[in-house]
Nanobody, 120 residues
Framework: QVNLVESGGRVVQAGDSLTLTCDANGDTLRRYSIGWFRQAPGKDREFVAAISWITTVYEDSVKGRFTLSRDNDKNAVHLQMNNVIPEDTAIYYC???????????????WGKGTLVTVSS
């Protein structure tokens, strides 16, 4: 079983950059597909990006601005967020699963989230 902890959320201004990190303990993240999701105030949780062993996928609104990468030495996954906009304001969650099918759903392990607030 893997335990996930997100960090890096903070208040930033539109156009800024920040990096969210998903740290794991209990197992190695290399065995898992990792997804990032977000939930804005008053809205449903939505898919942001995911990385498997062979591919990385992004939701359309973050393509070209967000980059997902693995840090195997630190057993972590990073979500680099560039040129953020107010619509990126949300609680960001990382999630893990042990298959690489349909990276937008089916995650069984979740962190508790980290808050990103983008001011205009």
């Amino acid at each position: 079983q893997v335990n996930l902890v997100e960090s890096g959320g903070r208040v930033v201004q539109a156009g800024d950059s920040l990096t969210l990190t998903c740290d794991a303990n209990g197992d190695t993240l290399r065995r898992y597909s990792i997804g990032w999701f977000r939930q804005a105030p008053g809205k449903d949780r939505e898919f942001v990006a995911a990385i498997s062993w062979i591919t990385t996928v992004y939701e359309d609104s973050v393509k070209g601005r967000f980059t997902l990468s693995r840090d195997n030495d630190k057993n972590a996954v990073h979500l680099q967020m560039n040129n953020v906009i107010p619509e990126d304001t949300a609680i960001y969650y990382c999630a893990a699963k042990q298959d690489s099918y349909d990276l937008r759903s089916g995650y069984g392990y979740w962190g508790k989230g980290t808050l990103v607030t983008v001011s205009s």
